[in-house]
């Protein structure tokens, strides 16, 4: 898979952001944020811009439509995370943009 600079990863969030808003805001974080570049994955985490209106469906969906597809749900990273003994409970799917890997981390 290809890696990811600071370019590529924020023109994927801003387009993405433009999508989600005003109910879901994005961040970057993970090595893009913090080297610049990453030739792993993007980590981007989603966040609603309240808690009272959360509609996962509707973020699936909008992604999906951005043209990502989603490699791993959220059981399955679990699943692998157990393997390695952690109990981790975050929600972090992995995706697919352009072949090249997302990990999105779901804040509620």
Not at 37 to 45: A, E, Q, T, V, Y
Not at 63 to 72: C, D, I, K, P, Y
């Amino acid at each position: 898979m290809k890696g990811w600079t600071v370019e590529d990863a924020l023109a994927l969030i801003c387009k993405l952001a433009e999508e989600l808003a005003p109910h879901y805001h994005l961040g970057l974080a993970g090595s893009v944020l913090l080297k610049g570049l990453s030739r792993n994955d993007l980590d981007i985490i989603v966040y609603p811009a309240s808690t009272e209106s959360q509609d996962k469906d509707f973020v699936t969906k909008t992604l999906t439509e951005a043209g990502l597809s989603r490699v791993h749900d959220r059981d399955v990273v679990q699943q692998a995370w157990r393997k390695q003994g952690s109990n981790d409970g975050k929600h972090v799917e992995v995706w697919e943009y352009e072949g090249k890997k997302v990990d999105f981390f779901f804040l509620s």
